[in-house]
T-cell receptor, first 119, second 113 residues
Framework: NAGVTQTPKFQVLKTGQSMTLQCAQD?????MYWYRQDPGMGLRLIYY???????DKGEVPNGYNVSRLNKREFSLRLESAAPSQTSVYFC??????????????????FGPGTRLTVL | AQKITQTQPGMFVQEKEAVTLDCTYD???????LFWYKQPSSGEMIFLIY??????QNATEGRYSLNFQKARKSANLVISASQLGDSAMYFC??????????FGTGTRLTIIP
C-alpha cells in the first residue's frame, strides 16, 4: 500500500515552460487535492476534486489547471510557469465520513511533495 | 470564513519533557474537525491526530493528545515525553462543514538532547 505518490520529486523550469505534476492514490478515496506550500504560509489549496469527474477551485487557482483522470489519479498542470510558482506542491486524498448528527470528518493523507523551481 | 492561528513560530524543548503547541481557530460552521500534522525535515506531511467539534473527550494517539477547549476555540497539541525524533514543523488545520481544510502557519519544534 503506497498511499499517495507524486512525480516528479524535483523539477526546475524556465519561465514560460509547461509541465504536469502527477498524483496517484491507492486508498480508494473519492476526494483529491492539490496544495502549495510557501515559506511561512502553511499550505494553501489550489484545486480539489470531490469525486471522479468533478474539479473545483481552491484558494489560489490562478495559473494552474487540473485533471481528474480517474478515481486514482489527479494531475496538476502549469501551462506557462512563472517564478511566483516556485513552491513545494503536495497532493492529498481523503474519504469523507458522515458522523450521525455531528457533521462529517475526512482526514487527508499527503504525498511526499514535489519541489518546483521556476527560473 | 474559517481561520487557524499558530502564534509560536518556534519552540525549544528539553528531551523527555512534555510540550504544548498552541492553536486557536475561528469558524461559523456548527460542525468542524481539527487536525494536527507533522512535517519533518524530509518534507512529508504526516497526520497525527483528529478532534471533532462534537467529541466529548479529548483525542489521544499514543504520545499525542489534543487539548480541545471549545469555548476558547483552542485545540492545542500536547506531546508527552518528547523525543529527538519529534523535532519538526507542526501544523494545525481545521475543516468546517462547508469549508475545505485550512492550515495554520506552523510551529517549528526543536528537541534539545
Amino acid at each position: 500500500n503506497a498511499g499517495v505518490t507524486q512525480t516528479p520529486k524535483f523539477q526546475v523550469l524556465k519561465t514560460g515552460q509547461s509541465m504536469t505534476l502527477q498524483c496517484a492514490q491507492d486508498m480508494n478515496h473519492n476526494s483529491m487535492y492539490w496544495y502549495r506550500q510557501d515559506p511561512g504560509m502553511g499550505l494553501r489549496l489550489i484545486y480539489y476534486s470531490a469525486s471522479e469527474g468533478t474539479t473545483d477551485k481552491g484558494e489560489v487557482p490562478n495559473g494552474y489547471n487540473v485533471s481528474r483522470l480517474n478515481k486514482r489519479e489527479f494531475s496538476l498542470r502549469l501551462e506557462s510557469a512563472a517564478p511566483s510558482q516556485t513552491s513545494v506542491y503536495f497532493c492529498a486524498s481523503s474519504e469523507a465520513k458522515s458522523l450521525s448528527g455531528q457533521g462529517i470528518t475526512d482526514t487527508q493523507y499527503f504525498g511526499p511533495g514535489t519541489r518546483l523551481t521556476v527560473l | 470564513a474559517q481561520k487557524i492561528t499558530q502564534t509560536q513560530p518556534g519552540m525549544f524543548v528539553q528531551e523527555k519533557e512534555a510540550v504544548t503547541l498552541d492553536c486557536t481557530y475561528d469558524t461559523s460552521d456548527p460542525s468542524y474537525g481539527l487536525f494536527w500534522y507533522k512535517q519533518p525535515s524530509s518534507g512529508e506531511m504526516i497526520f497525527l491526530i483528529y478532534q471533532g467539534s462534537y467529541d466529548q473527550q479529548n483525542a489521544t494517539e499514543g504520545r499525542y493528545s489534543l487539548n480541545f477547549q471549545k469555548a476558547r476555540k483552542s485545540a492545542n497539541l500536547v506531546i508527552s515525553a518528547s523525543q529527538l525524533g519529534d523535532s519538526a514543523m507542526y501544523f494545525c488545520a481545521m475543516r468546517g462543514y462547508y469549508e475545505k481544510l485550512t492550515f495554520g502557519t506552523g510551529t517549528r519544534l526543536t528537541i534539545i538532547p
